[in-house]
């Protein structure tokens, strides 16, 4: 699952065992993830449609959400570049800006735009990664909630997004034949002239031209095809794609 961190490329919800941050907060995250594995349907809705391929490697690694945010963590104490995708969505907007983070995990890029200046909502389907990101990034809004069926407005939040970034290969985590619903529910809560960003890499079980018809399914339209985070142009042969698109 593991993807290594370069410049202008961005990183995902993968990756293989780093150096121990605090065996405390480790062993509290892990708790958690164990007791969201053990709740009945009744006492978790989210669990009542499809898993993602996100929660289904939690459901067999309980501990896997507690790693992904120490793995950050350490990260970005030890100093590594992991705002290559907040830099990009920046520029893209006036500071002031309204952002969603669709799949925001523990916040690293709702967190880093709020820190920027913008008004930011992440939104996730893992709880741990919700609890990380809220204790990490508290100038945000933090949600738990599927993309493929969020309404926000059912959490209170009426306004819309400037832009919605999908970042860290969350494309390729959610469930076989969802796509195009997430897209769709990221393009309802754009506003005018708002535009959805996504980036993930090929040989995740996800194409780009797979991408391109599910955007077009959910009433989307490329304004800009970019092979990494730093602007260099996409090609037939691009390992990665970052999608810049607007409602048609």
Not at 99 to 108: H, K, N, Q, V
Not at 190 to 200: D, I, T
Request: hydrophobic share 40%.
């Amino acid at each position: 699952m593991g993807r290594s961190l370069r410049p202008g490329r961005g990183s995902g919800k993968a990756g293989g065992p780093v150096s121990q941050r605090s065996g405390a907060a480790r062993a509290t995250l892990a708790a958690d993830a164990r007791r969201r594995a053990a709740r009945t349907d009744e006492e978790d809705p989210v669990s009542q449609r499809t898993p993602s391929r996100w929660e289904q490697i939690v459901a067999a690694n309980p501990d896997h959400s507690a790693w992904y945010v120490e793995r950050f963590r350490a990260m970005a104490a030890r100093g590594d570049d992991l705002h290559g995708e907040s830099r990009l969505v920046d520029a893209m907007v006036p500071r002031g800006s309204r952002i969603l983070d669709a799949g925001s995990g523990p916040g690293r890029v709702g967190g880093e735009l709020a820190r920027r200046g913008h008004t930011v909502v992440g939104v996730d389907v893992d709880p741990v990664l919700i609890e990380a990101a809220r204790a990490d990034h508290p100038d945000a809004t933090w949600v738990v909630d599927d993309i493929c069926e969020m309404d926000l407005t059912a959490h209170g939040i009426d306004e819309g997004f400037d832009v919605v970034v999908s970042a860290g290969n969350v494309m390729t985590f959610l469930a076989e034949g969802t796509h195009a619903a997430a897209l769709e529910r990221m393009r309802a809560h754009l506003r005018p002239r708002g535009r959805v960003v996504v980036g993930f890499g090929a040989g995740r079980g996800y194409e780009v031209r797979e991408l391109l018809g599910d955007a077009r399914t959910a009433g989307l339209v490329p304004d800009l095809m970019l092979a990494t985070w730093d602007l260099r142009p996409y090609e037939s042969d691009s390992d990665f794609v970052v999608a810049v698109l607007r409602a048609d």
